[in-house]
C-alpha cells in the first residue's frame, strides 16, 4: 500500500475542500482507510474512517455533520469532503490505511505524505 494524500490548500471560513487519498500500488480496497490530521503544535488526530467496502463510517466529534469520508473502490480512492471550514480545522491532513474491514480510529500500519489545510478566519 503506497497513499498519496491531495487536495489540501488555503480557504476561507465557511468555505469548502475536497481531500483524497489515492494508493498508486492499487492494493489497499480491502483495507479500511482513515483520515488524520495534526495541527501545529498538537497531536495528531483522528478525523474519520471508512470501512473496506464503504458501507460504515467514524467521525470524530469535532467535524461531525461537516465532514463526509467516502470511497470510490474503482478509482482507488478515499475522498474527505469537508464543509463549513473553520480556522481550528487547519492542520496537515494525512490519510492511512489497516488492514481490517471496519473503521478504526487506531493500529494504522500505512501512512501517506500529509496535505495542508490552511483556514483564515
Known amino acids: 500500500v503506497q497513499l498519496q494524500a491531495s487536495g489540501g490548500g488555503l480557504v476561507q471560513a465557511g468555505d469548502s475542500l475536497r481531500l483524497s487519498c489515492a494508493d498508486s500500488?492499487?492494493?489497499?480496497?480491502?483495507?479500511?482507510v482513515g483520515w488524520f490530521r495534526q495541527a501545529p503544535g498538537k497531536e495528531r488526530e483522528f478525523v474519520a474512517a471508512?470501512?473496506?467496502?464503504?458501507?460504515?463510517?467514524d467521525y470524530a466529534d469535532s467535524v461531525m455533520g461537516r465532514f463526509t469520508i467516502s470511497r470510490d473502490r474503482i478509482k482507488n480512492t478515499v475522498y474527505l469532503q469537508m464543509n463549513s471550514l473553520k480556522f481550528e480545522d487547519t492542520a496537515v491532513y494525512y490519510c492511512?490505511?489497516?488492514?481490517?474491514?471496519?473503521?478504526?480510529?487506531?493500529?494504522?500500519?500505512?501512512w501517506g505524505h500529509g496535505t495542508l489545510v490552511t483556514v483564515s478566519s
Open positions: 492511512a490505511a489497516v488492514p481490517r474491514s471496519v473503521p478504526q480510529r487506531h493500529g494504522y500500519g500505512y
Open positions: 500500488r492499487r492494493t489497499f480496497s480491502n483495507n479500511a
Open positions: 471508512i470501512s473496506w467496502n464503504g458501507g460504515i463510517t
